[in-house]
Structure formats: structure tokens, C-alpha cells
């Protein structure tokens, strides 16, 4: 939503906002392979077995951007 503002922001909070954005994919990364170390087979199979994982998945990846289309097609309408 701070993209789609006509307001600018100054440098130094710019600058911050921009280092952590850059910061965020290695250290998920980081996070990840850690996580990952601990698991053994089983587990991952509990993991790709459990519906709730899976309902969480489709949600984030799935419904919610098909709820937020219309959202956007409203602001794209008044902008034009």
C-alpha cells in the first residue's frame, strides 16, 4: 500500500526499507535449511500428510490473491 501512495519517503527510511526487503529471501533461506536439518523421512511425510498444512498453502497461494483481485481492478478503475 506505500507504493500506491503519491507520497514520498525520505532517504534514510527509504534506504532502511530497502536494506531489510533485501535481507528477507537469504536469511528465509537461512531459516529454511535449519528447519529442514531436524526432519527425517518421516517427518516429511507427516508433513505432506497433514491437511492443515495443505489448507494453509491453497489459502495463501490461492484464495486470497482470487479475493484481492477485484480490489485491485477497483483501484486500477479510479486511477484511469
Do not use: C, D, H
Request: proline letters at 8%.
Amino acid at each position: 500500500m506505500i507504493f500506491f501512495t503519491p507520497l514520498s519517503w525520505p532517504q534514510p527510511v527509504s534506504s532502511l526499507l530497502e536494506s531489510i526487503g533485501k535481507m528477507t529471501v537469504p536469511l528465509s533461506m537461512i531459516l529454511l535449511g535449519s528447519l529442514l536439518k531436524n526432519v527425517t523421512g518421516k517427518g516429511i511425510l507427516f508433513y505432506m500428510k497433514n491437511r492443515l498444512i495443505w489448507q494453509g498453502t491453497a489459502l495463501k497461494l490461492i484464495i486470497i490473491p482470487l479475493l484481492l483481485v477485484p480490489v485491485m481492478w477497483f483501484f486500477l478503475y479510479l486511477t484511469l
